[in-house]
């Protein structure tokens, strides 16, 4: 079966750590994303790849850096984390065409203290 | 920009209702469309999907069909269950230019028994 796997489910970091949030997908897809869900505000874009060592900022960058050494695997890097990045993250992946729909990994929802 | 509105929530409904979820999106050219659903718990996973104007997308009882000329993607039950209980995203994804889907602030359904 086809996923898209994060790391960690849940986890509780203090602030000013540095954090990172580990995505790995098994598709060959050439696509990776990283958002973030918070309620009310549904989901936003943080960081996107489009190939191995691309990356773009999304909508919300800021605070946040990503790495891609390989193709599968698209890493979230909090420098400096702050209380106002506790929040669900979720990664994704798809296919370059358009008509490709994200696969989702479970989420990680991230708590600083 | 792009944007996708849909219709705030919780939407309560009794089992076998009859359900309606708006969305409308602003976007240049013609975009591919998405229904994603989120139970508690878990990641995002695909519902349906159109690609260009008037196709219907259908899974699971679930139906939507894309209208250019009101740019509009209506979800659509004709009896909804129990299980049907989760959040319904409403997403866009452009041909061309950043193919990163933008998504709805999602709506919340409940049925009741």
């Known amino acids: 079966d086809v996923k898209v796997t994060q790391s960690s489910r849940y986890l509780v970091k203090r602030t000013g750590e540095k954090v990172f949030l580990e995505c790995v997908q098994d598709?060959?897809?050439?696509?990776m994303f990283w958002y973030r869900q918070d309620p009310g505000l549904g989901l936003r874009l943080i960081y996107f790849?489009?190939?191995?060592?691309?990356?773009e900022k999304g909508d919300i960058p800021e605070g946040y850096s990503v790495s891609r050494e390989k193709k599968e695997r698209f890493s979230l890097i909090l420098e400096s984390a702050s209380t106002n990045q506790t929040s669900m993250y979720l990664c994704?992946?798809?296919?370059?065409?358009?008509?490709?729909?994200?696969?989702f990994g479970s989420g990680t929802r991230l708590t600083v203290v | 920009g792009n944007s996708v509105t849909q219709m705030e929530g919780p939407v309560t409904l009794s089992e076998e209702a009859f359900l309606t979820i708006n969305c409308t999106y602003t976007?240049?050219?013609?975009?591919?469309l998405f229904w994603y659903v989120q139970y508690p718990g878990e990641g995002l996973q695909l519902l349906l999907k159109?690609?260009?104007?008037?196709d219907k997308g259908s899974n699971k009882g679930f139906e939507a069909t894309y209208r250019k000329e009101t740019t509009s993607f209506h979800l659509e039950k004709g009896s909804v269950q129990v299980s049907d209980s989760a959040v319904y995203f409403c997403?866009?994804?452009?041909?061309?230019?950043?193919?990163?889907?933008?998504f709805g602030s999602g709506t919340r359904l409940q049925v009741q028994p």
């Open positions: 994704a992946s798809t296919k370059t065409a358009s008509a490709y729909g994200y696969t």
């Open positions: 598709m060959d897809h050439e696509n």
């Open positions: 790849s489009y190939d191995v060592k691309m990356k």
């Open positions: 976007a240049t050219g013609y975009p591919s």
């Open positions: 159109a690609t260009k104007a008037d």
């Open positions: 997403a866009l994804k452009r041909l061309t230019g950043r193919r990163a889907l933008t």
